[in-house]
């Protein structure tokens, strides 16, 4: 988009006065534009400091235990069928997610392939029926973890990743804590507990099969424990001299993955520079975007902020958004089965939150794409659109675009039309939902539909894009996440992931 000499802002209600800006962008006579100066007034009244890392205590990569975590982050013996790890929905060079709509978890055709060309070992189409969320700044969330947010800090506290008060999981009632999670443990420990028990992405069918979720993890540690190199790993990563029943339990599992994911911490974004006083480190086009984010409706802006606020850019709440919803679905809160997905409902059993989902953070943003639970939308400006008109997006989506077979993880899927014959009717009851909240008055986030200019769209995506650390696009950058590809892991197991062309990631 060709960039004019001249804008306009919408009216912006500050803290002491309204200020309506609509001229040249020509610096004032100290320096500073008035874009700029404008800006600077939105980030005071958000109380923005652009680094969310503030008064957290997070662990480096080069940590013995994180050293450890990446092991076994990386070893598919985590695996039920051996045939899956964490990295494989989870990899670094792949935004901390997998590029790919839907994960292939377990049964893969190619094992060792991640991102695009991984398709699942029979009809080719994925199993896993959520998007899987990056595992980016892990360590910066304080209450929730997944979609659902079932796994959820009891105290809420802020700052510590739920490690201050217990935490409940669904091994335990909602809203009570899990006893088999002890306080001090974070979030990130205690996610780390749950992919190896679900069957499409890590458990498979055969493993430990009828048997319950610690049944499952002791198996997994006791495999473990018979390796005399995963001893030795043990002994470095927590500097103790215990024998292995000791020390390789799965408790100690999930906190080295737990210590490694918190790791990963990229905030070095343009934005944060910008916040920090480098003017320059946006684009008048992503500075106009900053306005709109930041500026509330009805003030004539997107009010994006009212959901993605703060530092870290969620609520770490739950809304109806109404995104597309493909695939295999999670079912409906009083089944297993069922190809719909009642999303937070599912854990609270209430109907009021039926099609709610956790609140993504939108750091590192435009490399964790596909977008959505569902990862239904393939760029930001699908994501942006949206919400100019989800009913009208979500019917174009079947009707016009050619639904989940317009991604391009499907486009070599046998029979892709046939995949999924409720999502279309699911996805409008969502939406439908979301209209019903709206004439209630109990959804104020998204009271109507957001009039946006094309303009306007381009400029809210360009600042999108400026919440992305330039790290987590370098492969140099990401190398110390990554263990040598010349190795094969303490139990010769590592997954060495390739591309769709063979290459390493």
Request: hydrophobic fraction near 35%.
């Amino acid at each position: 988009m060709k960039i004019q000499r001249t804008w306009c802002l919408p009216t912006v209600v500050l803290a002491t006065a309204f200020i309506s800006a609509c001229s040249d962008s020509s610096s004032s006579s100290s320096g500073v534009s008035e874009l700029d100066t404008n800006l600077s007034a939105l980030i005071a009244s958000e109380n923005l400091t652009g680094d969310p890392t503030t008064n957290r205590d997070l662990p480096n990569i080069t940590d013995l235990k994180a050293q450890l975590g990446m092991k076994l982050f990386y070893t598919k013996n985590l695996g039920g069928d051996q045939d899956s790890a964490c990295v494989t929905c989870h990899h670094p060079v792949l935004g901390g997610g997998d590029n790919l709509s839907l994960p292939v978890g377990v049964n893969a055709a190619s094992v060792d392939l991640l991102g695009l060309g991984r398709v699942h070992n029979g009809d080719g189409a994925p199993n896993v029926p959520r998007n899987a969320p990056t595992v980016f700044n892990l360590g910066l969330w304080d209450q929730v973890m997944f979609h659902d947010s079932r796994v959820e800090s009891i105290g809420k506290e802020s700052g510590v990743n739920g490690a201050n008060s217990g935490i409940r999981t669904p091994d335990s009632a909602f809203g009570v804590a899990d006893a088999g999670v002890a306080v001090g443990q974070t979030l990130a420990a205690a996610q780390a507990r749950f992919p190896v028990t679900s069957n499409e992405e890590m458990r498979g069918n055969v493993f430990e099969a009828g048997n319950d979720n610690d049944t499952v993890r002791t198996a997994l540690a006791t495999r473990l424990q018979g390796d005399a190199d995963w001893l030795t790993e043990f002994q470095t990563g927590f500097s103790s001299t215990a024998d292995a029943a000791t020390l390789i339990t799965y408790d100690n599992i999930a906190e080295a993955i737990g210590e490694y994911e918190r790791s990963m911490v990229f905030t070095n974004t343009p934005w944060s520079a910008y916040v920090a006083g480098n003017t320059a480190a946006l684009t008048e086009t992503q500075k106009l975007g900053a306005v709109l984010f930041f500026t509330a409706r009805e003030d004539s802006g997107a009010g994006c902020s009212g959901c993605h606020s703060g530092d870290f850019f969620t609520d770490e709440s739950h809304h109806v958004v109404a995104f597309p919803l493909i695939g295999n679905g999670k079912g409906n809160v009083n089944a297993s089965a069922g190809n719909d997905d009642f999303g937070r409902e599912r854990e609270t059993g209430d109907v009021a939150d039926r099609y709610k989902f956790r609140t993504p953070t939108l750091l590192n943003i435009s490399a964790t794409a596909p977008y959505g639970h569902t990862g239904s939308y393939q760029t930001l400006e699908d994501v942006v659109r949206h919400y100019t008109n989800p009913r009208g997006q979500v019917t174009d989506y079947f009707d016009v675009d050619g639904g989940w077979c317009q991604l391009t993880q499907f486009t070599t899927v046998t029979g892709c039309a046939a995949l999924y014959p409720d999502a279309r009717t699911n996805s409008l009851l969502a939406v439908d939902k979301l209209d019903a909240d709206r004439l209630a008055g109990e959804s104020e986030e998204f009271a109507s539909d957001l009039t946006l200019s094309d303009e306007q769209v381009n400029q809210l995506v360009a600042f999108l894009e400026a919440l992305t650390d330039p790290c987590v696009e370098s492969r140099t950058c990401l190398a110390p996440w990554i263990p040598d590809t010349a190795d094969a892991g303490p139990d010769g197991l590592q997954l060495n992931a390739v591309n769709a062309d063979g290459s390493f990631l």
